[in-house]
């Protein structure tokens, strides 16, 4: 069996505009010490591209601008039991700092070069709806069970804001596509349900937490109440724009003015915690949590518990 110690792999801290890239890049500097910088590009395809180059082993580690690794990951081995592995991109956890949750969302990744070459997604997009706003939905993106970092995209109150609008838009689509109103509970998958109902009422005990509120909760009503182009998500210059529109006002107001229609017409709950709450909240959600080991996928963990 093929296996690959991931400190020997070269590690990409891809950073564009959050406001504590330079403070997280000299923690990650001293965590990986042969870790190399990305910084600034534009578009999410275009920005993966300029990491695999920057890569000089075929398969790389990627860490995010917000994101702070777990010492240990850079310990683990990768093993590689089929060609089916070789070809794949990893995708870990994350604990995300804002509201508790723990999914891919700004996780540790390890990507090919190949598999980078070859994508089409974004603002390089195919047409195709599921390379629109996500890399996920390619058979060769592989969620894993672990988590071996935090995520915090909290550095502002417009970081806050966009980084809940974005999971506001994308946790509502069905593989990319937007559902009707109707179709809404019935299309969505359970799991991202969860999670935004989390993305839209947890965080409030710490700083710009509920402009992630609310930011998600607008993504959420632009995408499924109004005739915004979902598939915009994906433009930063776009979002800069909304975030414009709403910079000045209170983020519990804008939070409240969209939550009446996003309870009665989706049904989504709106149930705000306030700050002692959210921290109780995160304080005992999978507190139980524990790692399997750093190969294991999602989906083996999944039919274990379902007995597929």
């Known amino acids: 069996m093929k296996q690959i110690d991931i400190a020997d792999l070269d590690c990409i801290y891809l950073s564009y505009d959050e406001p504590n890239k330079e403070e997280t890049w000299t923690k990650i500097k001293n965590m990986v010490p042969w870790a190399v910088r990305v910084d600034g590009v534009k578009g999410s395809d275009a920005a993966h591209k300029a990491a695999a180059e920057a890569s000089t082993t075929e398969r790389f580690i990627l860490v995010d601008g917000d994101n702070i690794p777990d010492p240990g990951f850079f310990n683990q081995t990768l093993s590689f039991p089929t060609a089916e592995y070789e070809h794949a991109v990893f995708r870990w956890r994350a604990r995300n700092h804002i509201n508790g949750l723990m999914y891919g969302n700004g996780g540790l990744s390890s990507w090919t070069q190949e598999f980078v070459a070859q994508m089409r997604t974004h603002e390089a997009t195919d047409g195709s709806v599921e390379t629109q ?60 349900l969860d999670n935004l109902t989390i ?42 724009q909304l975030w414009l529109t709403v ?51 999602e ?6 518990r379902e007995g597929w």
């Open 133 to 192: 706003v996500e890399f996920c939905f390619n058979p060769r993106y592989w969620p894993m069970h672990d988590c071996y970092s935090t995520t915090y995209p909290n550095g502002s109150a417009s970081q806050a804001w966009r980084a809940g609008f974005r999971e506001g838009v994308k946790m509502c689509l069905d593989r990319g596509r937007r559902p009707s109103t109707e179709e809404f509970t019935d299309r969505v998958h359970k799991r991202n």
């Open 199 to 240: 993305w839209q009422n947890v965080g409030s005990d710490v700083d710009h937490g509920m402009w992630a509120i609310a930011g998600s909760r607008m993504g959420t009503y632009m995408t499924m109440l109004t005739n915004w182009d979902h598939t915009q998500v994906q433009d930063f210059a776009e979002l800069d």
């Open 247 to 297: 910079k000045d006002s209170e983020p519990r107001i804008v939070a409240n003015r969209v939550g009446v229609d996003l309870g009665t017409q989706l049904g989504l709950p709106m149930s705000m915690l306030e700050a002692e709450q959210s921290a109780f909240f995160k304080q005992h959600y999978r507190s139980d949590w524990h790692n399997r080991g750093v190969m294991t996928r």
């Open 299 to 304: 989906i083996d963990v999944i039919r274990e």
